[in-house]
């Protein structure tokens, strides 16, 4: 008599999206290129079967529905892992059965297209199936029973368009060509498989269910992490009850012979089915049945028929400290009983093409057509616009980090805190910069209103900006930023810096010293400040403010045809010059007395954005190396004072040299790097300038603004003085020259 054939319902992967957008954030910042195999978890159980009431309201009759479907192996946000955590961590619900499998994330469609797929289920999922069945490990101590209700899934992530294939399996070792796992075939068709409520008697299916009840009441008292078993083992005491263990090898060691030829193996069946009376049978069981089979005959060593419980309870309820036991065996139970004719060990070999035998696996989850083939994921359409414009401008820098910049700190440049003084034709084509660096903090602080001009030169304002008299344009760009980027942080503040030589009233003193009180929290707030003022005089006290509170400041200035980046220096001995290094003057108003040409910042098109570009990458260079403002320049060769050289690796970061300042010119299309030292006497950074406005604050900036010709702040840094020592020295080498030239007359 030939038995029947066993039949299976393989799983459906049931992939929740955040599941796909974290496997993306972790590919994109963890894994890069690597093509590694990665461990997952997921999650499966049965499907609860839901009473219905009959259509007929006056009816008191209760139905019970329950679709046929497979059994659906679940993933979300909380399946990954990632590498600073662990799985204790994981918290799934213990009427679950918990499970790990391997994700293969391949680097192009191509190779998605191609690789052996069977070769590759093999390669990745054939060992661990082996071990676990005692084929390659016989170390029963360390038994590790996941790998029989794994998954494995490839796939291909399109970081750039959300798109996602994928094609899970769920590997089971398979028996040899011409080999199969039959029902039992000294037993009539119709009882080889049963259902438990025909095979057992009521007390008798409640004590089985009050067993099952008590082994996890048992798992959740001693680990309270671990979810419902897969698959355990049932024997009867000598009081006639129900007991059920794990599925072990120490377990099933432990029992008697008695009990070892009494027992009988349960899996948990995820399948469901549409109702519990067929008229055909056998029907289709779970698939893990598959690898519990091959455990029982390559571990355990079993042959010949047994009897296999294909678990199925109507619902499986979750066990805390008040759960108790309940069970109506009329409406909760959906169980069979199978009865198995056991291959033998030798089914599961096959013959290898070099001779010898091997193990195979299959598994490969069908399509929506329900064809052998992947699966794709549109996830754009569910994710919010501004999600979606974070994502893709922070791609392109993370995708730095795959190879040529390894040590690119993204996190730091997003936290940072910019404060920009300007919001003019710099302003604007430094904060659009920023942007691409995945900065997300822009402060802007300026006076002025947009004006018809503005817009074809300053790249965050548009025409409707100038009407009505023009927005303040502090707070049009910070607006602007904002529609651009809309997960930023932006702030416009309208305020005035004072100006040595821009003399105050009495009426004006209370609005300037709050303007001041405004720049000098800004500053203390602020990460990095780029100085990016009209002119000369404007950058004087955001220079003392800056040295003062010990930022960094990046500055920026334009010519007609020249431009000029550079960095102050911060407060270690050596440290760099400032702006107001180079002058034996103080500044003063440069707009009196000027024509209109003079007045405006007049310059070559093309300058901001050259100027505004070279500011933000000196920025983020300055801010990967330890040392940050503090950070040594290059220093000039020999053959030139404007041709730097690395002496050390101390004077360059992680993106390359840190140059003191860049000078440029579209004249002759060349830059110069020049290495500056501080100014003992500097208008800007001298410690006697900068202690007096820690000193006296606003009423030393007071002093400085309304002094007409300067010499206050000249006095306070020491220029007077200097210039004095400098005019004596040059007297006395002009008396020596006259002696010398009356010396050669007498010959």
Known sequence: MTSEIVKYVPFQSTVDPSFWMKLAEHKLNDLKLSEEPIEVYATYTIKSNIKLRAEDASSTTVTTSTAFTSGRMRLDQDSIVLPDASREHLDFPNNVIQTVGKVKILNTIESFKTIKKNDLLNECCLPSLLQACGIEDTNNDKENLDALTSFFCLCHLDLKTHKNVYWFAFPVLTPATGKSIRFDESIAKEEVMTSLKQSMSEDALTSLHKAVYMMRLQQWQEQQTTGHPPFWIIFTNDEGEYQCLTLSFANYDGLSEDEKKRCKFAFLDPTSTQNNDFAIMPIPVGWTLRNLIAYLVLKLGLADGIDIISFRPSVIRRIDDESTFTFDANTDDLSYLLKIQL????????????????????????????????????????????????????????????????????????????????????????????????????????????????????????????????????????EALKRIAPTIESEGYVATIPMPGHAFNEKEEVSVKEDVELMQKLVDESDVVFLLTDTRESRWLPTVMAR?????????????????????????????????????????NSTNNRTLDQQCTVTRPGLAPIASSMAVELCVSLLHHEKKQDAPAPSPSASSAFSPTVDSSDATSALGIMPHQIRGSIVSYTMMNPTVPAFNHCTGCCDGVVEMYKKEGFDFVKRVCCNADGKYLEDIAGLTEFRAKANSMMEDCLDWDEEEADLEDDF
């Open 343 to 478: 291959p033998s060990k030798e089914d599961y070999q096959w013959n290898s093409p070099s001779g010898g035998t091997r193990y195979n696996t299959m598994g490969w989850e069908l399509n929506a057509r329900n064809k052998p083939g992947p699966r794709s994921v549109n996830l754009a359409p569910q994710l919010e616009p501004s999600h979606l414009a974070q994502q893709a401008s922070d791609l392109n820098l993370k995708l730095m980090k795959w190879r040529m910049i390894p040590n690119l700190d993204l996190d730091y440049l997003s936290n940072m805190r910019v404060l920009l003084l300007g919001a003019g034709t710099l302003g604007c084509s430094v904060s659009r910069t920023l942007l691409g660096w995945g900065v997300r903090n822009i402060t802007f602080v300026d006076n002025g209103k947009v004006s018809y001009s503005n817009p074809v030169r300053q790249n965050l304002f548009e025409v409707q900006d100038c009407e009505n008299g023009g927005k303040d344009k502090a707070v049009a760009a910070a």
């Open 548 to 588: 003062a509170s010990n930022k960094m400041m990046i500055n920026a200035a334009l010519g007609l045809d020249s431009w000029l980046v550079m960095r102050h220096g911060g407060n270690e001995d050596g440290r760099l010059g400032c702006y107001f290094c180079n002058d034996v003057v103080a500044p003063e």
